[in-house]
C-alpha cells in the first residue's frame, strides 16, 4: 500500500490535518473554517477550494510547503 499523499484528491480534509498538522495554518491564513469543521471528515481539498473561491492549483502548492515543514515537537 502506498502512502498517503498530500495531493490525493480523494484526501478527506480530516485525514490531511491529521497526517500533516502544519497544513491547518494555510487554512486559517486563508481565513477558512475547515479546521474543526464537522464536515471536515468529508470534505476534500477541492470542495473547500470551490467552497472558498480559491484557485485550487495554488492552495495545494502552499499545502506541499506546510506539510514539508517539520511538525514542532512539544516535550
Not at 53 to 70: C, N, S
Amino acid at each position: 500500500m502506498a502512502a498517503p499523499s498530500v495531493d490525493d484528491p480523494d484526501l478527506a480534509l480530516l485525514n490531511l490535518f491529521e497526517l500533516w498538522p502544519g497544513t491547518g495554518a494555510v487554512f486559517l491564513k486563508h481565513r477558512m473554517l475547515c479546521f474543526g469543521c464537522p464536515i471536515a471528515p468529508f470534505h476534500r481539498v477541492i470542495d473547500a477550494c470551490r467552497e472558498y473561491r480559491l484557485d485550487e492549483a495554488e492552495f495545494r502548492e502552499e499545502l506541499r510547503a506546510a506539510a514539508a515543514e517539520p511538525a514542532i515537537s512539544r516535550r
